[in-house]
């Protein structure tokens, strides 16, 4: 289950399903002009896969995002498709209505083509044209220019301080991400929150190899990369800083026996006999579940993990046999107590760990729904799967202690997370039209403080509807004038999928602020129901919390039910 959850989260949290994904042959095609940003409706003749596509000219990067009709954001996608093309494979529901918004990447302009098709089969593999490169360094360091979709490889011929410096073009901004074989996140140097841009200095092993990618702003689709040795250490993000500094002066020395038991929040230098990947792993846990943190004794770079439950808490990473490294051992929450065995030893963990942690079966969930009691049992998330016996509309809703909601497809196609900030009052709910037969994979997160009701049933209230004329894709702060034709109450919502915190502001006007609000809508959605009058014009400022950033769709309608005005695009037969 560990690994299944893993490779959930994976796609459920991050994003990336939609970005790898395109389907085989295809039998007819729809194409549409694209020349503005622009909202269709789409209706599936079918119960199957279904790929979007564009097709442009390197003058614009087209982005594709998809909604089902109930306001949930369930595929997006910038450049799949290759060369700044979008591209989203994923399944559908006959008869069922979508909001296909066709628009550019960061508010951009441009012209292309979007070509909609049923697809024979579904596969998971890069396009080819999306693979991505590889470059290689030399040992001693080097300068390269290299492609944004580029992954660099680094094998240091000498264990010590790595100095990488990026620089992209048209003086963009840029993020190094560096991870080791065994799939650790090294270090990160993310443009949007570190004190200094596009470098980092790292503690790296000699002789193992290292991946660098690099993120960076939209115009910039090139960049050079510098890997250089370094004795000078300066620290690339604050906050580690600030750890390394609350380290005791004295640290206890991890025993020869490799093995101590830890009660309390504790630090200790370990200081490797031989060079290769040591694990770190917990067991015999009592209370809340504990949480290691590796790093040098530069504060380089930073692995952790944490376990919940009876699950253990589990690092490997290549040391390098002589030098300094700090682990600090303590429990998931500073409010939980506890104890349990750290064990340190040189090689990967035992297969035996993995099969007892990872064969969970899922929960299933009968055809025509019910009430589910979900109970914390150490793991991130519960997996639970539904068939349903009927294809419409569907309501998956949760309350009280299970504050995160998530359901996609076995192929992850698409997805819709839920999440409440509230964890022991608000409820979470998705509204969904799911197909007959097919099977659903549904994930929910339980506070580790209690349990909660799982509830899976047929629609009869739709709560969260795009049915207005209205519709705004808001990629950055921006104020809109709004001169309501009718006197009455209007709706104003947002809709966001996890990577955003959506906050709108109404002015009259005389500038004043008549309505505001954060989190309403659930989900971190912002939500403002209002009385305005005909005639009358309004100013509306839809921005994001605090200094956050992100995207999400606006919707501006009257209270009564409306039918949506948009244009259909077109759905070819198999």
């Known amino acids: 289950m560990k690994i299944f959850t893993a490779l959930v989260l994976a796609f459920v949290i991050y994003g990336l399903w939609g970005t790898s994904l395109y389907a085989s042959r295809v039998t007819e095609i729809s194409s549409v002009r694209v020349n503005e940003e ?130 992209a073009e048209n003086d963009a901004e840029a993020a190094l991400i560096i991870e080791d074989s065994l799939g650790n996140f090294i270090a990160w140097n993310e443009y949007w929150f570190a004190p200094s841009e596009g470098w980092l200095i790292v503690h790296l092993v000699a002789s193992t190899e290292y991946f660098i990618s690099v993120v960076t702003e939209w115009d910039a689709l090139m960049y050079t990369l510098s890997v250089s040795q370094t004795n000078d250490f300066e620290p690339w993000f604050s906050a580690w800083e600030e750890l390394i500094e609350s380290i005791p002066e004295e640290t206890e020395s991890f025993p020869d026996n490799g093995e101590i038991h830890v009660t309390d929040e504790i630090w200790y230098s370990f200081v490797p006999n031989a060079t290769g990947v040591w694990t770190f792993i917990t067991s015999e846990q009592t209370g809340g579940g504990p949480f290691l943190l590796l790093t040098d004794k530069y504060g380089s770079f930073f692995v952790t993990d944490d376990g919940v439950g009876d699950l253990s808490a589990v690092m490997s990473i290549y040391l390098a046999e002589g030098e300094e490294y700090l682990i600090w051992a303590r429990f998931r929450s500073v409010a939980t107590s506890g104890s349990y065995v750290l064990s340190a030893f040189q090689g990967l963990p035992p297969e035996q760990l993995e099969e007892t942690t990872s064969v969970v079966a899922p929960i299933i969930i009968p055809s025509n729904g019910g009430i589910i009691q979900v109970e914390d049992s150490g793991l991130s998330f519960e997996t639970f799967t539904f068939t349903p016996n009927t294809t419409g509309s569907w309501t998956i809703q949760s309350s009280v202690w299970v504050h995160t909601l998530a359901i996609t497809d076995p192929n992850y196609s698409f997805h819709i997370f839920r999440e409440s900030r509230s964890w022991n009052q608000s409820e979470t709910l998705i509204t969904i039209d799911l197909a007959a037969n097919v099977e659903y994979i549904i994930l929910a997160e339980v506070d580790t403080r209690g349990e909660g009701v799982l509830t899976v049933s047929p629609s009869t209230q739709l709560t969260y509807t795009i049915d207005g004329t209205i519709l705004r894709n808001v990629v950055r702060e921006t104020y809109f004038s709004f001169t309501p034709d009718t006197t009455g109450t209007w709706i104003f919502s947002t809709s966001q999928n996890g990577n955003s915190d959506p906050y709108l502001w109404i002015m009259d006007s005389n500038g004043n602020i008549i309505a505001s609000d954060d989190d309403s809508g659930g989900s971190l959605n912002a939500f403002i129901k209002i009385e305005l009058t005909a005639g009358e014009t309004y100013t509306l400022r839809a921005g994001f919390f605090g200094e956050s950033e992100g995207q999400y769709l606006l919707t501006i309608r009257k209270g009564g039910e409306q039918t949506p005005e948009f244009p259909r695009l077109p759905s070819p037969n198999r």
């Open 38 to 167: 622009t909202y269709f409706i789409f209706t599936p003749t079918s119960t199957g896969y279904w790929t979007f596509a564009t097709s442009a000219n390197f003058d614009s990067d087209p982005m594709l995002w998809i909604y089902n009709i109930y306001g949930h954001l369930i595929a997006s996608d910038d450049d799949s498709g290759g060369n700044l093309n979008a591209r989203i494979t994923l399944h559908m529901v006959e008869g069922a209505d979508y909001i296909i918004v066709a628009g550019f990447f960061g508010g951009g302009s441009g012209s292309y083509t979007l070509d909609v098709f049923a697809a024979d089969s579904f596969e998971l593999p890069l396009t080819e044209s999306f693979q991505p490169e590889t470059e290689v360094i030399s040992g001693d360091g080097g300068t390269i220019q290299a492609h944004w979709n580029t992954i660099v490889s680094f094998t240091p011929n000498t264990t010590g301080l790595w100095l990488i410096e990026v620089t």
